[in-house]
């Protein structure tokens, strides 16, 4: 499987970007799809996270209400809309495909795809 994110950009404080993240290879029914972020001297955090076949959503309490992860089976690609931006959300956004919700949350990962750079400017 191999992931690759695209969307990212310069955006002004309280602007809107959607990320996305397409996926190919074999893909089952059981991922769990989740977005990351890393910002320059700080650790990778969790962001988001949707389980590929049924939907299911948990967020970060740092984008919670701003940040919206969804899928899009056909086209194979998962989203990451995110609205109301910070001047803390610049980062390096990943996607990631996992097999377990919670463990994905930890960081525990089957894939990774590279990055796209989110920059927000105050």
């Known amino acids: 499987v191999q992931l690759q994110a695209s969307g990212g950009g310069l955006v002004q404080a309280g602007g809107s970007l959607r990320l996305s993240c397409a996926l190919s290879?074999?893909?089952?029914?059981?991922?769990?799809m989740g977005w990351f972020r890393q910002a320059p001297g700080k650790e990778r955090e969790f962001v988001a996270s949707?389980?590929?076949?049924?939907?299911?959503?948990y967020y970060a309490d740092s984008v919670r209400g701003r940040f919206t992860t969804s899928r899009d089976n056909a086209k194979n690609t998962v989203y990451l809309q995110m609205n109301s931006l910070k001047p803390d959300d610049t980062a390096v956004y990943y996607c990631?495909?996992?097999?377990?919700?919670?463990?994905?949350?930890?960081?525990?990962?089957?894939?990774w795809g590279r990055g796209t750079q989110v920059t927000v400017s105050s």
């Open positions: 290879g074999r893909i089952f029914s059981s991922y769990v």
């Open positions: 990631a495909a996992g097999l377990l919700g919670s463990s994905l949350r930890l960081g525990v990962a089957e894939y």
């Open positions: 949707i389980i590929w076949s049924g939907g299911s959503t």
